[in-house]
């Protein structure tokens, strides 16, 4: 485990997910010394928590890449630069230290002092939303109720009933289609989800029952057995049997301790600045899912992106000798290498 007291980082950010990791790897390559902090016990943000067994898309480079397999290079190449991590440390406070220009994180294992933070917590603490039928938490925990869904092959052979109109939920029933026994998705509108993976659904092996569609009874024993859902429009009224169900209804967003730093905040998301993600605290910058600019997309691709820009403002603030614009890796990482072998040759001739 990293030890952070009496360190002071260059760059000290919060959240270990896809936009946190390349912002890690990016400020290590300008030879910022980092810090990620991350509640949660392992990196890779949403794509571990929520989906890591689902496909990806639409990033540069993949034409389909499951989450955790784009996860495990991206932290091997934070890794790569440097950055040090601190898992299980959920950060609770924010401070500016205006007299020695330094911010000054509390945590839940500690103080981390940095020059500049960059901020990419996501969507904050994220708590699944429940689903309001009666007597569904008996379910829970390993008897047929899933919030937090994650291994396809839990799936297989099973009789799967899924709730939601979002990604989550019609990724889920589209990779279900040809391993599970059954597939059943109810949705109470229009879907959310991508189109692509919507036409998918639409043709694919699932029973699709939408708009106007929501659970109103749950069966079972022990062990979840059966739904009961309703046609809201007729009133008409069915139950499936099932072994397993899968609410997908969307993530409470909650800024949580975030929103006590004095962080300019619109709809649960930080405001910062599009030229340079700066937010309103100056030295604190935001990147990826956490903020909100003008035509702000929540992707991957363009979180990453952000990233890039709130590093090379970040560097900076706190050395405004350094250029904004570094230029190419392919002459960052040429010179890198040119001044180790030079410090190697100095190291070597110092010891003769
Ligand atoms: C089912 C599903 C499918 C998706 N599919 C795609 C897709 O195909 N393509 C695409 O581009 N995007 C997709 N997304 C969206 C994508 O996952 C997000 O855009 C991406 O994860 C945002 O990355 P991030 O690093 O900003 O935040 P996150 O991945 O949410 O990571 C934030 C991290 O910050 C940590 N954190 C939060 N608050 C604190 C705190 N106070 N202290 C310490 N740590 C904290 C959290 O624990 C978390 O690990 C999908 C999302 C879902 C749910």
């Not at 709730?163 to 949705?187: F, Q, R």
């Amino acid at each position: 485990m990293t030890d952070f007291a009496g360190k002071t980082y260059d760059i000290a950010i919060i959240g270990g997910g896809p936009v946190g990791l390349f912002a890690a790897f990016y400020a290590g390559m300008r030879g910022a010394s980092t810090i990620i902090a991350d509640s949660l016990e392992e990196l890779g943000g949403e794509l571990m928590a929520i989906y890591p067994e689902k496909y990806i898309y639409d990033i540069a480079g993949f034409p389909s890449v499951l989450a955790k397999d784009y996860v495990g290079p991206a932290v091997e190449q934070a890794l790569s630069m440097g950055a040090e991590v601190t898992l299980r440390t959920e950060v609770t406070g924010l401070e500016r230290d205006e007299q020695n220009e330094l911010i000054r994180l509390e945590t839940t294992k500690g103080e981390i002092v940095a020059r500049t933070v960059i901020i990419c917590a996501g969507i904050g603490a994220f708590e699944p939303k429940r689903l309001d039928v009666d007597g569904i938490e008996r379910f829970e925990g390993g008897k047929g109720v899933h919030y937090f869904a994650k291994h396809v092959e839990d799936f297989r052979g099973k009789r799967v009933f899924i709730v939601g109109g979002g990604d989550s939920a019609v990724d889920w029933a589209v990779t279900l289609g040809p391993i599970a026994e059954s597939v059943t998705l109810i949705h109470r509108s229009k879907f959310r989800a991508h189109e692509h993976t919507v036409q998918q659904l639409l043709h694919g092996p699932a029973d699709v029952f939408y708009p106007g569609y929501v659970a109103t009874g749950i069966q079972g024993e022990e062990r979840l057995e059966g739904v009961t859902f309703v046609n809201t429009d007729t009133g008409e009224e069915q139950t499936v049997e099932v072994d397993e169900m899968i609410c997908a209804i969307g993530f409470k967003a909650d800024l949580g301790p975030l929103k006590t730093w004095g962080l300019e905040t619109e709809r649960n998301q930080i405001v910062v600045d599009k030229i340079t993600m700066e937010t309103n605290i100056p030295g604190v910058f935001g990147a990826g899912d956490i903020v909100t600019y003008p035509a702000k997309f929540r992707l991957i691709a363009t979180g990453v992106a952000e990233a890039v820009t709130a590093v090379n403002h970040a560097v900076t603030r706190y050395n405004p000798d350094a250029r904004l614009d570094p230029g190419h890796s392919t002459n960052i990482m040429e010179k890198k290498a040119r001044e180790a072998e030079k410090e190697a040759q100095l190291a070597a001739a110092d010891d003769d």
